[in-house]
């Protein structure tokens, strides 16, 4: 099956700092969606996004489906960005594989 | 407009039983499917139906079942449970092949 990898597996920022999250995958994709997971285990969506630049805030996304890969961009960090972040890619009707996830903790 | 809803929310439940969990998907959506998360393989599909037709399929044992009724509403069943289905059980509506959005989630405790 498809296979997705996010980097760095875990990430450490003073608040205030800048940082990029980066999801490779091994095959053609449909599409692409962002995710923060809270504390209750909700997954939230950030950004669907099959190609391009998105931007919402702070936070911003770039995927490159060519060359199979997406990046997450948090500006400006604060402790509330903190959580799993997690890429998911769709690879046939409506099915998602996801990565492991980044783990991002902010501190003040 | 309301989001994907995921009864219940906590559920504990001895080896051997079995278990149903229920999701209803935003309002017009009629794809549903389903995702189990745990520490060591993270977020791993389960199955998704759509208009009543179960579509796709995961890499899980027949204990897991699913169904999903005419108004799109979902179930999975998961039978003859075991410590390791111990996991958080999160479902997806979607409109058509587009952007998921996901419930609470439901939180199974096998003991």
């Known amino acids: 099956g498809i296979q997705v990898e996010q980097s760095p597996p875990d990430l450490i920022l003073q608040e205030g700092a800048n940082s990029t999250l980066r999801c490779n995958f091994s095959?053609?994709?449909?599409?692409l969606q962002w995710f923060h997971q809270n504390p209750w285990g909700q997954l939230i969506n950030l950004f669907y996004?099959?190609?391009g630049t998105k931007q919402n805030g702070r936070l911003s996304a770039t995927t490159v489906a060519t060359e199979r890969y997406s990046l997450l961009y948090i500006s400006s960090s604060q402790t509330t960005d903190s959580g799993v972040y997690f890429c998911a890619v769709y690879y046939g009707n409506n099915r998602l594989a996801f990565g492991k996830g980044n783990q991002v903790v902010v501190i003040p | 407009k309301a989001g994907v809803t995921q009864t219940p929310r906590y559920l504990i439940k001895t080896r051997g039983q079995q278990v149903t969990l229920s999701c209803s998907p935003i309002?017009?959506?009629?794809?549903v499917s389903w995702y189990q998360q745990t520490p060591g393989q993270g977020l791993q599909f389960l199955f998704e139906?759509?208009?009543?037709?179960?579509?796709n399929k995961g890499n899980f044992p027949g204990r897991f079942s699913g169904r999903q009724f005419s108004n799109s509403r979902s179930e999975m069943n998961v039978s003859t449970l075991e410590l390791g289905d111990s996991a958080l059980y999160l479902c997806a509506s979607t409109l058509g092949d587009t952007e998921a959005f996901f419930g609470q989630g439901t939180r199974l405790t096998v003991v």
């Open positions: 139906y759509f208009s009543e037709t179960q579509r």
């Open positions: 309002s017009g959506h009629r794809s």
């Open positions: 095959d053609s994709v449909n599409n």
């Open positions: 996004i099959p190609s």
